[in-house]
């Protein structure tokens, strides 16, 4: 699909935002086998300890639909400006309309042009390789299957090395 079906307006997260997107990404991750309901404090935590480095809503003429988050991460080896995509989150009942492709796509052309170097993600191979992400044997991200751990390069080469996410991941 190249666009959503609903309506949208992406931008940038404002004060106020903050219970519609935890709500929003609580119910987005509900019923997700691989979910163990952390998402909603990862977002908060990301957002208390300043490593929300980039965070847009989706929103229809009535509420937010959607959000994505964008936070630093840290690679072996000292590469700066990369960052890691996630959560990305759409009410149950929207998901499967293109609001979370506008959301990953914005958010990476925003990125871009704000210098990074490079995005990094946990997710489906298939849905996220539309997108430009690959599997890249160079970078580790220990402890999931490593074709689940994928990067989108978007300046300079790429690196190597272990990467970490922030502490928001790790402490839920």
Do not use: C
Request: net charge negative; hydrophobic share 40%.
């Amino acid at each position: 699909m190249t666009g959503p079906a609903t309506p949208v307006t992406i931008r940038p997260e404002a004060a106020g935002d903050e219970p519609a997107i935890h709500r929003l990404t609580e119910a987005a991750f509900k019923n997700m086998a691989f979910s163990e309901g952390k998402e909603p404090r990862i977002v908060d935590r990301l957002r208390r300890d300043g490593d929300l480095a980039l965070s847009l809503v989706a929103e229809d003429a009535d509420r937010i639909v959607g959000h994505i988050a964008f936070s630093p991460v840290s690679i072996v080896g000292g590469t700066k400006e990369w960052f890691g995509l996630g959560p990305v989150s759409v009410w149950p009942e929207l998901q499967r309309s293109g609001i979370g492709s506008a959301l990953i796509r914005r958010g990476i052309a925003d990125l871009s042009q704000r210098g990074a170097r490079g995005i990094v993600l946990l997710g489906d191979p298939h849905y996220y390789g539309r997108f430009g992400f690959e599997h890249v044997p160079e970078l580790t991200y220990p402890g999931p299957p490593p074709q689940y751990f994928q990067a989108l390069l978007l300046d300079g080469d790429m690196p190597s090395g272990e990467v970490t996410y922030p502490l928001a991941f790790e402490e839920n």
